[in-house]
């Protein structure tokens, strides 16, 4: 039996913004349980390659957005699908949507280009940095980059460096 009360509350729609989560806390038993709670823990883990298990203290939030590129809304190129080869001779929607896309970036892609986009993103207190530096010392980063198969961190931090950019920097 446990030392303490646990209310637990669980969703599954974290990957589309859980739309449904307010619905779920405000139901008045959900509630009077949660008015009971001297804190939250949202659980995250992950377990690398060399069977080390990583809990996460919380996420980012996420926006979700539908960008559709048409020939016939736009009032040029094609009003249907068509072969790549008329490119020659029409205008493409494809395209067009790839230079919508660059717009939201910075030249090298690391970078929101979107105004305000970024504003009230907080920066990492030190208690953050703190148990990132651990988790930085503590983790094997050949590791992480096999996992992830890649062979730097963007702009060539270190791993202490991407791990603070992966907890406090809004992407696009």
Not at 4 to 22: C, M, P, R, T
Not at 98 to 126: Q, Y
Request: proline share 5%; with cysteine; net charge negative.
């Amino acid at each position: 039996k446990l030392p303490v009360n646990l209310a637990l509350v669980a969703e599954g729609e974290e990957e589309i913004g859980s739309a449904h989560f307010s619905q779920i806390v405000r139901r008045p038993e959900v509630l009077a349980a949660l008015r009971k709670c001297s804190g939250v823990y949202m659980p995250s883990a992950e377990q690398d390659l060399d069977g080390k298990v990583t809990m996460t203290l919380g996420a980012k939030g996420v926006i979700e957005c539908e960008l559709v590129s048409s020939g016939e809304k736009w009032g040029r190129g094609p009003r249907k699908d068509v072969h790549s080869s008329t490119k020659a001779m029409i205008d493409s929607p494809a395209w067009h949507l790839v230079e919508a896309l660059v717009t939201l970036v910075s030249p090298d892609g690391n970078t929101p280009a979107i105004e305000g986009f970024a504003d009230k993103a907080r920066p990492l207190s030190d208690a953050e940095k703190k148990m990132i530096a651990e988790a930085a010392r503590r983790l094997d980063e050949n590791v992480a980059k096999k996992q992830l198969s890649v062979d730097h961190w963007v702009h060539d931090v270190n791993y202490q460096q991407a791990l603070e950019l992966l907890q406090s920097r809004p992407t696009v």
